[in-house]
């Protein structure tokens, strides 16, 4: 998602919105802690929009006009290995590996692309309506958020929509879904302006837990107002999750803890 700076402010007030969902009205829900098993470094001038890893290799998406990007990246140094800009005037959104290919999206301009997933040479372009935020897939469709509480879930081949789920906290929607990731038959989504992850059924849309992610050192500074928990990857062979924020100089494997009832 993107920058706070840049935002009407309509977006500053569902963010404090989604802010009021994720907590006191969520207050039922149980609420995850975490362990950092392993930290590695992470370029702090990446705006972080979209992460994924696969075959050992670290892919993000960056955003903002101008410095927008799609990279890979090495994960024990972060060293970028391979990095193409998105055009000059899109704010470029998440991304998902879909056979071959990555698919990207754009913040506002409806537009999307497909990218080499060796090579990063862009090879098409799609279109969708409304705005766009974040992919993953479920082996069988590709599901994008858009800040609503509604998750979209997209036919691989010709991006149709299939159907949506409206996400919801104790009956009540949440508004933000950000950068999403598909873990173990759940979607794992950020919402923006919070350090929680929300714990989502797919089928349903309710959430079932919170991953509360403060204490981590990037969510204790106030000093960047855009520099917020954003970025899940899931290593599925290595049983590996990864969790970073915009402008993060650090990037880290966590392990969950047991869930607790917040009562």
């Known amino acids: ?26 207050a039922l829900l149980p609420v995850q802690g975490y362990e950092v098993r392993a ?24 955003g903002l006009e101008g410095a927008s990007s799609i990279r890979k990246v090495r994960l024990k140094d972060g060293a ?3 990095s193409v800009a998105t055009d000059d005037d899109k704010f ?8 071959s290919e990555i698919l990207s999206l754009t913040w506002r301009d409806q537009i999307g692309y497909r990218w080499d997933l060796k090579t990063l040479t862009r090879k098409g372009s799609f279109r969708y309506p409304g705005e766009g ?21 997209l036919d691989p081949k010709t991006l149709k929509e299939t159907r949506r789920v409206k996400v ?7 508004q933000n879904l950000n950068e999403i990731e598909w873990v173990k038959g759940e979607i794992l989504a950020n919402i ?33 107002p855009d520099a917020v928990l954003n970025g899940i990857a899931y290593d599925r062979q290595g049983d590996r999750l990864f969790v ?20």
């Open 80 to 82: 970028v290995l391979q």
């Open 168 to 174: 919801t906290a104790e009956g009540r929607p949440v």
């Open 39 to 62: 930290t590695y470094p992470h370029d702090s001038q990446a705006f972080t929009e979209g992460l994924f890893f696969l075959d050992g290799v670290m892919f993000e998406s960056t």
């Open 244 to 263: 970073t924020g915009k402008r993060w100089p650090r990037l880290y494997e966590i392990g969950l803890k047991p869930l607790k009832d917040a009562r």
């Open 1 to 26: 998602m993107s920058s706070l700076s840049l935002k009407p402010l309509w977006l500053a007030v569902m963010a404090f919105a989604a802010v009021m969902v994720a907590s006191p009205a969520a």
């Open 192 to 224: 923006w302006m919070t350090n929680r992850i929300a714990r989502i059924d797919p089928k349903t849309g309710a959430v079932k837990g919170w991953i509360d992610l403060s204490g981590l050192p990037e969510t204790l500074s106030q000093r960047d």
């Open 92 to 99: 470029g959104e998440g991304i998902v590996n879909w056979g």
């Open 133 to 153: 935020w974040a992919l993953t897939q479920d082996g069988k469709s590709l599901i994008m958020s858009d800040g609503t509480p509604f998750l979209r879930f």
